[in-house]
């Protein structure tokens, strides 16, 4: 019996130009094009969700640049195979001149120790290191090694791009010429996949010889009927995962302690690391319950420290406690719109200058032109407050943060109308 490569490893592209999606990045003009074009590529971490050509692109820009290649796996090596790796990259240097590229993938699992062990070699420019993450790096690798490195954010892939997928894995791949393929809708093949390449081509097998076998047409029923049935046929890398923590989070949102218990259950069945899930709560307290319930990022930041302490097993305790009130609690999402609008407004309106009250007055020539002159001291009054500007000229009144609806957010909302009456809209 012959075993037959995953379509997802036999459609790999072959250069750059057969690289599907990341425009962004791989665009004419765009910033990572330009540097391959340049052949002087930075160390980077390309980050990013499950099945979007990290790996293969890492890949081509080795190719790409002729540069020798080497990769380890962070799950499977320690500090010894990188040492190893890099002693033999500095001797391929001194002896043909040519810096040689590390890849580390999922680089997020590699400890600090580990990290460490790569700063050196990254620092004296014996290899251009190429990270791959699905984690934020920021939390993730160390900011040392972070410094040195151009973060690249790769994205889902979008319909027209996995459309194009399907499309060249029919047309170009030997075993599937061979298939009277009839794809009659493709709405539950794109919504299964998420963006993700490699469970859309995973899938399209798994579809296709189902529906070779029967000698029928490929529908969304059809689809669906064959994944729920083979389930864990297209989803051993794990990929299903990044499905659960979306349930979980939106268990939570939605405050349905039950279903957000249960999949907190699947995850620590499945062996899922308890930091990442406590890192999630934490973002989650402060997106989804903000001020409707400052309790709670207090309680998740305790969460997290603790099952960083603890470990498993006695971490599924404190997680079933953290995410049971969270699931519970009263939600506001008010201080995360108005990051996004305050955001969103300095890039529309750039840099304006702080208000001259506003400014300190460390020197002599600052004071004689009036920084902070006319600033008023809050805790100089009676109540603690008293009116005066705090937003730069041409932006004044405009409305950022709307405090929730719930008990908490509508009792800053009538302290904050009682200060500014009308100005921000209370």
């Known amino acids: 019996m012959t075993t037959r490569v995953p379509l997802a490893e036999r459609l790999r592209p072959r250069s750059i130009q057969d690289y599907v999606g990341q425009k962004h990045l791989l665009g004419e003009n765009a910033v990572l094009y330009n540097a391959i074009k340049r052949k002087n590529i930075p160390s980077m971490i390309l980050w990013g969700p499950p099945g979007v050509g990290k790996t293969s692109l890492a890949y ?13 796996s962070a799950i499977k090596s320690g500090v010894k195979d990188v040492r190893e790796v890099i002693d033999k990259a500095e001797q391929l240097m001194n002896f043909n001149g040519e810096q040689p590229i590390l890849f580390i993938d999922e680089i997020h699992r590699f400890s600090k120790s580990q990290q460490d062990s790569l700063l050196g070699a990254v620092e004296r420019g014996l290899v251009t290191l190429i990270g791959a993450t699905t984690e934020n790096p920021s939390f993730e690798v160390i900011s040392a090694l972070l410094s040195r490195c151009q973060v690249y954010v790769l994205e889902s892939l979008d319909k027209e791009d996995l459309i194009h997928l399907v499309s060249k894995a029919i047309k170009e791949d030997a075993f599937l010429q061979k298939d009277n393929i009839n794809i009659q809708e493709y709405d539950a093949l794109l919504r299964i996949s998420g963006g993700d390449a490699r469970k859309l081509l995973n899938v399209l097998e798994l579809v296709v010889d189902a529906a070779a076998a029967y000698n ?86 305790n969460c997290f420290q603790a099952v960083n302490v603890i470990g498993w097993p006695e971490s599924r305790i404190i997680l079933a406690q953290t995410v049971t009130y969270l699931a519970s609690s009263a939600k506001s999402n008010a201080s995360y719109e108005a990051i996004n609008k305050a955001q969103a407004l300095v890039r529309q309106t750039g840099d304006l200058s702080v208000p001259l009250h506003l400014r300190n007055a460390p020197t002599k020539l600052m004071k004689e032109l009036d920084y902070g002159t006319e600033y008023k001291y809050a805790h100089a009054y009676s109540t603690n407050f008293v009116e005066q500007e705090f937003m730069p000229s041409g932006i004044e009144g405009v409305p950022l943060y709307k405090p ?3 008990s908490s957010e509508e009792r800053l909302r009538a302290s904050l109308k009682e200060k500014w009456k009308d100005k921000y809209g209370y």
């Not at 081509?60 to 380890?72: N, T």
């Not at 046929?233 to 499905?243: P, W």
């Not at 999949?263 to 934490?282: Q, T, V, Y």
């Not at 307290?285 to 001020?291: K, T």
């Open 404 to 406: 929730g609806s719930n």
């Open 60 to 72: 081509l820009i080795a190719k790409e640049l002729d540069r020798p290649f080497f990769s380890l």
């Open 216 to 301: 029928i047409a490929i529908t969304n029923d059809f689809v669906l009927k064959q994944v729920q049935q083979n389930m864990a046929r297209y989803d051993k890398t794990g990929e299903q995962h990044y499905d659960i923590i979306s349930a979980f989070i939106k268990s939570i949102r939605g405050s349905d302690p039950n279903a957000a218990v249960y999949w907190l259950a699947r995850m620590i069945e499945g062996g899922e690391d308890p930091s990442f899930i406590a890192r999630r709560l934490l973002i989650l307290a402060s997106e989804d319950i903000g001020n409707a319930n400052p309790n709670a990022l207090l309680l998740a930041n």
